[in-house]
């Protein structure tokens, strides 16, 4: 199958999110996308899909213009998405929710089961999409529940695949694996287009590169000549500094102290296991550990917004361990939460009324009952400069933001704060290098003006980068902690510990 998108324009008001993009991906091969925050990326996936209809161009199967009226036009010529938040229902196995939404019937009888659960094993065995067809979804790893969205796609014959940024969630280790899968896919026929912001990968696994920037085609790229310093310049139309300058180690007094903390999960399993931790001001700690093994609760307790089973918390020498999250804010804690769309940001409100979402109360915002809206409106027109946050107008609803300029503007809130202690979960993910530099660059410029920083990421090179100290969490328990701050750190031990091996791992 050969697919062409010819001049596509797409407009949303006065934003031209696409303006002419011709694109062009052919069977047997992976053509990576790629583009910087807001260059139209997910729009033109979004056209290519059938949710968007096109204000100008079209779309070209085998020499033939179509139309799509809608998804299912689009499924219905071969073209499947694999998205980044995974669409599965927890509670169902694997081959109920990949027939669900086409069983003829609208229930799932036993012969439809039957099948579906053979034609999985089937896909799998073909493509190397290893999964047992009677898991429950909500059992498996995020890796593994990747790879149902991927075979839900092939059940329904798609030989056109949209991966995006797929890795965001995957393990070193899952990434290789699903490396391998991709590979498989290509060499069976598929066509693959992958969305990522990680410029090795996608110089790892793509065939071609084209850059969005702009919502116009900015160049087309060879993965066999480029290196990742030229096309993250391709993509930002500047030069981009990879690596993260601190000042000397010189941390002040403890600022956050975790004492023996468990934390449960919904379930009532231990997602936190007797965890003591400290961060001082002046530093960066930063806890690596593989996606499940307790980070997200631990940050979420130490936030206020999940309650403690036992053991306590102590802020600026006060137990805050049953605070109220309001009041954790109004202490100088700031949170850039992992998931911004749950608890980061109101899609319905403006960029402005988002910018103040927890400190609209201040002083500097309000004066008795009432908003002072220009304080307010000069206040998020200054950081969403700063923060290079994309959008005609602050006055413009957050859901109108690319996913990554929404990520943006929930750091720009937290970091232009009055704090002393930043909590930071997954703080660039989806986020473009450009943008990813200049994060870094605040992280460490409010460590170094002598906040604490306390920050958790599946990136281990981002870890690396910004840490002073680094604990690796492994079920529940921190089980290795390096001194970053006396020289580089081995990566490969960090590794080792976030898969367990802690004996040969110990610092
Ligand atoms: N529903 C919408 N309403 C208004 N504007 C929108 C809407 N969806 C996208 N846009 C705008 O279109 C432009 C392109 O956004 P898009 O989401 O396609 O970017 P992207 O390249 O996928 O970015 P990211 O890397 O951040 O995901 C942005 O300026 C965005 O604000």
Redesign the pocket.
């Known amino acids: 199958m050969d697919i062409e998108l010819r001049g596509i324009t ?1 407009r ?2 006065p ?4 303006a002419g993009v011709d694109l062009h991906v052919r069977a047997g091969e992976v053509l990576g996308l790629l ?12 056209v290519l899909c059938g949710l968007y209809a096109p204000d100008e161009g079209e779309i070209v199967i085998d020499g033939r213009p179509v139309t799509f009226d809608g998804p299912s036009d689009a499924i219905a010529a071969g073209i499947g998405m694999v998205h980044q938040h995974f669409m599965l229902v927890p509670v169902f196995t694997v081959a109920e929710n990949v027939i669900l939404g086409i069983e003829p019937t609208g229930q799932l009888d036993f012969l439809d089961r039957a099948a579906a659960r053979r034609q999985v094993r089937e896909i799998g065995d073909q493509y190397g999409l290893r999964v047992d067809p009677d898991a429950l979804i909500e059992e498996l790893p995020v890796g593994v529940q990747q790879r149902v969205e991927i075979i839900k796609v092939l059940f329904r014959s798609a030989d056109v695949l949209i991966l ?2 797929p890795t965001a969630v995957l393990t070193p280790q899952e990434v290789e694996e699903f490396f391998g899968i991709v590979r498989a896919l290509r060499d069976a026929g598929k066509a693959i287009i992958f ?1 990522t ?1 990680k410029l090795d990968e996608i110089l790892e696994i793509s065939d071609r590169i084209t850059v ?1 920037r702009g ?1 116009r085609v900015a160049g087309q790229g060879d993965p066999e000549t480029l290196t990742t310093r030229q096309l993250a310049e391709m993509m930002v139309g500047r030069p981009v500094s990879f690596d993260v300058e601190k000042a000397a180690y010189a941390p002040g007094d403890v600022l956050l102290e975790v004492r023996e903390l468990t934390v449960l999960r919904n379930n009532d399993e231990i997602a936190v296991d007797d965890v003591s931790l400290a961060v001082r001001s002046g530093e960066i700690v930063g806890i690596a550990g593989v996606q499940g093994n307790g980070q997200t609760a631990l940050i979420e307790a130490i936030t206020g917004l999940r309650h403690p089973a036992g053991g306590s918390i102590i802020y600026d020498g006060r137990d805050i361990t049953h605070s109220s999250v309001r009041a954790r804010h109004a202490m100088g804690i700031a949170h850039i939460p992992e998931d911004r769309q749950r608890t980061g940001i109101i899609g319905d409100f403006t960029i402005a009324e988002n910018m103040v979402l927890n400190s609209y109360y201040d002083d500097r915002y309000a004066s008795g009952p009432s908003i002072r809206w220009p304080e307010v409106m000069q206040h998020a027109a200054r950081y969403a400069a700063d923060f290079d946050v ?3 107008s602050v006055h ?2 957050a ?9 943006k503007l929930v750091v720009a809130r937290e970091l232009t704060r009055d704090t002393k202690l930043l909590i930071a979960a997954q703080p660039t993910r ?3 290098v450009g943008s990813v530099e200049y994060i870094h660059k605040r992280i460490v410029e409010a460590r170094d003006e002598g906040d604490g920083v306390l920050i958790m990421s599946s990136e281990l090179d981002e870890i690396v980068a910004l840490s002073d100290r680094i604990v690796v969490m492994f079920k529940g328990r921190i089980v290795a902690e390096f001194d970053a701050f006396r020289g580089p750190v081995d990566r490969n031990a960090v590794g080792l510990a976030m898969a367990g091996s802690v004996s040969e791992a110990a610092a």
């Open positions: 797409k949303f008001g934003v031209v999110a696409n583009g910087e925050n807001g260059a139209g990326k997910s729009t033109l996936m979004n995006d940024e969305i912001h969005l919502g994309r959008t005609p413009a609803k859901f109108q933001l690319s996913g990554g300029n929404q990520q989806g986020l473009d």
